[in-house]
């Protein structure tokens, strides 16, 4: 039986009851029956797929965040996209406070949705008309082409097929089922969508030479496709500074939106800056050790035995690098990093 005859059926008996006369001193029992009917009627129509409601009524709904997947993330704020399923109509975008989620007023329909912290400064976004096209972008250089800075991590979910209606939320949670009406209640479940690198130089004095050498991993994808987690866009290159651990190791780390499997050619590019104001530069492909981390989101990357050239002046005057070390190139390149924005 349809909706609309069971509807039918049921006004059909309360006119019946209504008009019969041996109920007519039983007009209590008569206001008893008919709020039950309404509420059949109403349990029946929200047990439908089909219920008949015009979109855009709005619905109060309840977005909740959870960080199963991020243990330790540590987010101001998140924003939630709302993009009609259909790809026609209204995107309807949500700021909201705070790391556990919130109350929603959205309209009803049917919406693919993608969340994403909203603390990260300088970040860009970009196809924002459409689920398939949200684009996050790293903060570029000014001057400096192909040249990010990392701001920090980046996280984000999407759920796609979410339908809000008079009943509830119903949506395919992270696990496959199927969570349906009548509950307003929508869970996310955000991951890292941020490759942080961890990298560490060994070799005679690297960590007395830490103030004098500076990092740049070449290689990574200056964008993100939020719907897929997958890189977009040209490449670029990241600066970062070493700080000493022992005597002869330092480290660093730095941070790319795209997974490092998705990467086929990463260098690590090291800058030694001598007390006369030369530069030498020598670079390391480190595409192995990213593409077979065990990690695709936490890389560990470590360069052993790494000659460094002298970087304090000689007893005899002279200052300088030892141009002597193989593999080190005196090179002529313009950025500063005395100021720390690699960072």
């Known amino acids: 039986m349809s909706r609309q005859d069971f509807l039918i059926l049921l006004r059909r008996i309360a006119v019946r009851y209504a008009h019969m006369e041996?109920?007519?001193?039983?007009?209590g029992r008569i206001y008893t029956v008919l709020p039950v009917v309404a509420l059949c009627a109403v349990l029946y129509g929200c047990g439908q797929r089909d219920v008949l409601e015009a979109d855009g009524v709005p619905r109060d709904i309840e977005i909740r965040f959870m960080w199963d997947y991020a243990e330790g993330a540590d987010v101001e704020g998140m924003t939630v996209y709302f993009f009609p399923h259909t790809g026609v109509g209204k995107v309807w975008r949500y700021d909201v406070s705070g790391s556990?989620?919130?109350?929603l007023t959205v309209p009803s329909g049917v919406y693919d949705v993608i969340a994403l912290n909203n603390d990260l400064p300088g970040i860009s976004l970009s196809g924002t008309e459409d689920f398939g096209t949200l684009e996050a972008h790293a903060v570029g250089i000014t001057?400096?082409?192909e040249v990010s800075r990392a701001t920090g991590m980046l996280y984000g979910a999407s759920l796609e097929r979410v339908e809000i209606n008079g009943c509830g939320v119903t949506y395919t949670q992270h696990d496959g089922t199927l969570k349906q009406c009548p509950q307003g209640l929508m869970r996310c479940w955000p991951d890292s969508l941020s490759t942080v690198y961890h990298l560490i130089i060994e070799g005679e004095g690297a960590g007395a030479r830490a103030s004098g050498i500076t990092g740049r991993l070449k290689g990574l994808s200056e964008g993100l496709l939020l719907s897929s987690a997958l890189p977009v866009g040209g490449n670029t290159s990241v600066y970062f500074s070493f700080v000493r651990d022992r005597d002869n190791e330092v480290s660093g780390e730095t941070?790319?939106?795209?997974p490092s499997r998705d990467q086929t050619h990463l260098m690590l590019e090291l800058t030694a800056f001598g007390?006369?104001?030369?530069?030498?530069v020598n670079e390391f492909d480190v595409s192995d050790q990213a593409l077979n981390s065990p990690s695709p989101r936490n890389v560990v990357i470590i360069l052993r035995d790494v000659d460094f050239p002298d970087t304090d002046p000689s007893g005899d005057g002279d200052v300088g690098l030892d141009v002597g070390v193989d593999g080190w190139e005196e090179v002529d390149i313009t950025y500063d990093t005395s100021d720390g924005w690699w960072n």
Do not use: Q, T, V
Not at 22 to 27: D, E, P, Y
Not at 100 to 103: A, D, H
Not at 255 to 258: L, N, P, T
Not at 275 to 280: E, M, Q, W
């Open 143 to 145: 001057g400096l082409p």
């Open 275 to 280: 007390s006369d104001g030369k530069k030498y």
């Open 100 to 103: 556990e989620g919130g109350k």
């Open 22 to 27: 041996w109920l007519k001193g039983m007009a």
């Open 255 to 258: 941070i790319d939106f795209a």
